[in-house]
């Protein structure tokens, strides 16, 4: 039986076919990542009115959170030199921590790395890591320096020369060493008490800083989203978050023991941030594009920028100096209750990372 020869057009037809079959389609999926969303969760209409209800409701738990550490002088064991305020304060610690690293960290990694941005440079360089490791180490340069200019400048950390022991004539130098030691002794302690009241200064000072950038770019994002079901979900997130971390950086504004209009103006500006972020991006709404590449790089950056300070003073600020401070080295006990809560807190946190 004699086989009819194969026309060129046939054998390329069947060889195009088999490439269709064989080899998976190209995933084109830059033009769809980008453009509006849509589905039957899209509803501007219906969004506008749990953007409100989000900005109250963010709005009260924030100052709820931020304002209960400052009124607890007249609890007395929720006063900063007990056990139970060292133990709330880690569990806030933990939340802060688990802020850096379970939500905006990754937040700015799916940002740098969309395909709505080009291939070069940021497919290839890891932008977030790079941006967070100097964020962190800025934040440290601005702690060192900023604890050195605030302890010069109230003559912090130095003794008088009569109290030194530097006196001229063997007499004044007898009285120092004799009648003069619990005076030195006490001097120095409080020497130390305000080196220390300088520490907690810059600490709340640092933190709130980096705890206001990433408000207003979280509230950005929810403000500018008409997607309903994570809305939603982002609502309530968002109270937890900040109730627990205003709890964090109340008690490091009670501890710096700032003068009420101090106090009150850092509160608000806690407490303030994500609601006004929220009212931003419903403004911005109609230009504000979550996938467009402007939008893509500059809370990317940010967001990578915010998890290094963040994880910095949670660790360093915060746990570090908790954990290795006088009180908890005199008490494993209250070692391990602390750890207990810290966990629990990057715990919590870190279960809120599947809806927000």
Known sequence: MSTLPLKPATVLFLLLLTFSLVVPPALSVAP??????????????????????????????????????????????????????????????GIILATGF????????????????????????PFTGFVAMLSALVTMM?????????????????????????????????????????????????????????????????????????????????GASNNVCTIRGLVAALCFHQMFEGMGLGGCILQA?????????MAFFFAATTPFGIALGILLSRLYRENSPNALITVGLLNAASAGLLIYMA??????????????????KLQIKSYAAALLGAGGMSILAKWA
């Open 32 to 93: 769809e990542e980008c453009t509006e969303d849509s589905g039957d969760c899209v509803n501007k209409a219906k969004a506008l009115p749990l953007k409100i209800i989000a900005i109250a409701s963010i709005l009260i738990t924030s100052v709820i959170g931020v304002c209960a550490p400052l009124f607890t002088h007249s609890i007395p064991a929720l006063h900063p030199d007990r056990d139970l305020f060292v133990i709330i304060k880690c569990f806030a610690a």
């Open 102 to 125: 379970m939500h905006v960290l990754p937040d700015s990694f799916d940002m740098l790395s969309s395909q709505c941005l080009p291939e070069v440079p940021w497919h290839k360089f």
């Open 142 to 222: 601005v702690d060192s320096i900023s604890t050195s200019v605030y302890s010069r400048k109230n003559n912090v950390g130095s003794l008088p020369d009569s109290e030194s022991g530097k006196g001229s004539g063997s007499g004044q130098e007898v009285t120092v060493v004799t009648a003069g030691h619990s005076h030195i002794h006490g001097h120095l302690h409080e020497v130390a008490a305000s080196s220390q009241l300088v520490r907690y200064r810059v600490v709340a000072m640092v933190l709130e800083l980096g705890i206001v950038v990433h408000s207003v770019v979280i509230g950005l994002g929810l």
């Open 257 to 265: 023991e700032f003068n009420w209009p101090k106090k009150l103006v």
């Open 315 to 332: 660790l360093v600020d915060l746990l570090a100096s908790d954990f290795m401070g006088p009180k908890l080295q005199r008490s494993i």
